[in-house]
Structure formats: C-alpha cells, structure tokens
C-alpha cells in the first residue's frame, strides 16, 4: 500500500481507504471490528453518563461530568454518529461537560452544519458572555465545512455584521474569509463596519473581506489610521493571488521535502541526507 504522504489527491486517500479497510476488515480480531466496538463502547459509555447527571448524589454526577467528556472527546476523533443529537444538546445547555471548540470543529469536519445551525439558533438572544464565547466558537468552526449552503453563509454574514460582541464578529467575518469573502452585499458590509471598528483584529478581517469583494484597496491606506496587522493585511492584498497562504499551517517547502516518506531512520544517513 501506498505511503499516504506520497498521494495527491482525495480519489487517493479513498482508494487507501478500501483497500486498508478490506485488508484489516476479519472477524473477530480485525482492525476495523475492533474500531467499530470502540465506538459502541464509548457511545454506550456517553449514553449511560449523560443519565447519571440527574443523580441525586453529587458525586456521581461529578464522574458522570469527567465520562462525558472522556467520551464526547473521543467520538469527536472517531465520528459522533447516531449520538451526534445528544452531542449537541449538551453543547447548548451544558456546555461545561464538553470542550465546544473542539465538538463545534468535530461537528464541522464531520459535515454536520445542520446541528451547528441548530445550535446557533438555540442560542439566539442569551446575552450572558458564556454563551457569546459559545456562539463563536461555532462560528469559526464553521471555516472548516467543506461545503458551505446558503444557510450558512447567510447566518455568517449576519453576525459578522450585527453580532452583539467583538468575539462574535470576529469568528463570523474569519469564516467567511475562508470561504472567498461574502455574496453582493460584501463591499457595503466591510466598507461600512471597517471605519466604526475599534479592534485591530476584526478590522483587518473587514479589510479582507473588503478586498474579497472587489472593494478599493489602495484607498483605504490613505483614509484610516491602521495598526501593523491592518497594513500587513493591505499588503497581502496587493500582492496575493488569494487567501489559501492566511490559513496554511505549514510552508509548501516542508511538505514537499520532508513528507515524502524517505526521511532517514538510521542517526547515520542524515550525514548523507539533501535537507539536513
């Protein structure tokens, strides 16, 4: 089978995945059935937990609590699948029992926009500062959808507009510069927050966004007092042909080099070795 670093493509990876799948699939020590009990276990192990928060001994509702996030952390690795609902139910009352940055990302890797929707909605007008940090959290998970609906670039460009906190507005217009920027309405709405924002941070974010859209970006320069990030932000856009580098963990160099699957494993060869 192929080294995964060395394939280009997703039609690669599925190809790895069948034939990794058909090779480890055998009862009943197989890679694959083994996997399959892990997950049942932990979703029973979740189901059982989340009962036993309504005991009456504190105690037993403390471990309960470290179950929960002992099994919503795993499933989150492993996929939430038929207890994604119970999931997200807990992300919106009880969110101290999960860690909604990462349920709220697993959710959006998973491809379940619909629950992190549901769960914005379920939200909507709890003012409190927990629950502001909860909201955008989900938001910025939803940068990491592979498919954007309508739905949710709607809901992003809403809040990245008229979100009542700074956090909430900063989330939302990030997202939407994952995804190329916002709709027709993109000019107007970064023109007309960029000169009222007083946070650096999501100033710059309406300044991409402002470039995404089309909008006059040597002007701006000349018209506002920025901080450094804004004028490193003016200068990306000047010069970059689009916004993949933003959000890139680590230099093509690296990648291309070291990821190929011949890095020395003898202390000996990196004598020898083109990179070292």
């Not at 629950?131 to 940068?143: G, T």
Request: hydrophobic share 40%; charged share 30%; glycine share 8%.
């Amino acid at each position: 089978m192929p080294r995964i670093s060395q394939m280009a493509d997703l039609k690669d990876v599925k190809e790895w995945s069948a034939e990794f799948r058909g090779l480890n699939s055998g009862e009943p020590d197989g890679w694959v059935c083994g996997r399959q009990r892990l997950v049942a276990g932990l979703m029973d192990l979740l189901r059982s937990s989340v009962r036993a928060l309504d005991s009456s001994s504190e105690l037993e509702r403390h471990r309960a609590g470290r179950r929960v996030r002992f099994a919503a952390f795993r499933l989150g690795q492993l996929g939430f699948g038929s207890e994604a609902r119970t999931i997200c139910d807990l992300l919106v009352e009880q969110p101290w029992l999960v860690n909604p940055r990462l349920v709220s990302r697993d959710f959006a890797l998973q491809g379940r926009a619909d629950l992190l929707l549901e769960a914005l909605e379920h939200l909507r007008g709890r003012s409190e500062p927990e629950w502001a940090y909860v909201r955008a959290v989900i938001m910025k998970a939803m940068a990491d959808l592979s498919d954007v609906s309508t739905d949710v670039r709607a809901v992003l460009e809403d809040a990245a507009r008229a979100a009542s906190t700074t956090l909430e507005r900063t989330m939302a217009s990030e997202a939407l510069i994952r995804h190329g920027g916002v709709g027709a309405t993109g000019h107007t709405l970064a023109i007309d927050e960029i000169a009222e924002s007083e946070d650096p941070y999501l100033c710059k974010n309406y300044v991409l966004l402002h470039g995404l859209a089309g909008g006059d970006v040597e002007g701006l320069s000349g018209e506002l007092a920025f901080a450094p990030i804004l004028h490193e932000a003016l200068e990306y856009l000047r010069i970059a042909s689009d916004y993949d580098d933003l959000y890139r963990h680590e230099p093509e160099v690296l990648r291309r080099r070291f990821y190929e699957g011949d890095y020395p494993d003898d202390p000996e060869a990196f004598d020898d070795f083109p990179y070292s």
